[in-house]
């Protein structure tokens, strides 16, 4: 497994929850971009956030100012800090990682309650 993602789960709106995602260090340390997608049901996967190797980040427009991708190199680990959760938000959240190719995770699924 190249990446394992964790920390979805129930939330009510308004609440907060951070994804975790560990990659193989071979994959981690020469990926160019790195980032969160999520897919909702009956909707296409889309992207959440992503770091570059030359160290931007961009957000899809409806989670900026909410949601923060950071990384761990030591770790392997990237994260996706998501506050201020709302319905629309739920959704299956996969990490992914691009070398060549795009890895993906498994998915974590994260629910938001009204």
């Known amino acids: 497994v190249q990446l394992q993602a964790s920390g979805g789960g129930l939330v009510q709106a308004g609440g907060s929850l951070r994804l975790s995602c560990v990659a193989s260090?071979?994959?981690?340390?020469?990926?160019?971009?790195i980032g969160w997608y999520r897919q909702a049901p009956g909707k296409q996967r889309e992207l959440v956030a992503a770091?570059?190797?030359?160290?931007?980040?961009n957000y899809a427009e409806s989670m900026k100012g909410r949601f923060t991708i950071s990384r761990d190199n030591a770790k392997n680990t990237m994260y996706l800090q998501m506050n201020s959760l709302k319905s629309e938000d739920t959704a299956i959240y996969y990490c992914?990682?691009?070398?060549?190719?795009?890895?993906w995770g498994q998915g974590t699924l994260v629910t938001v309650s009204s």
């Open positions: 770091i570059h190797s030359v160290g931007t980040t």
């Open positions: 992914s990682a691009t070398w060549r190719s795009t890895y």
């Open positions: 260090m071979f994959i981690f340390s020469r990926a160019t971009t």
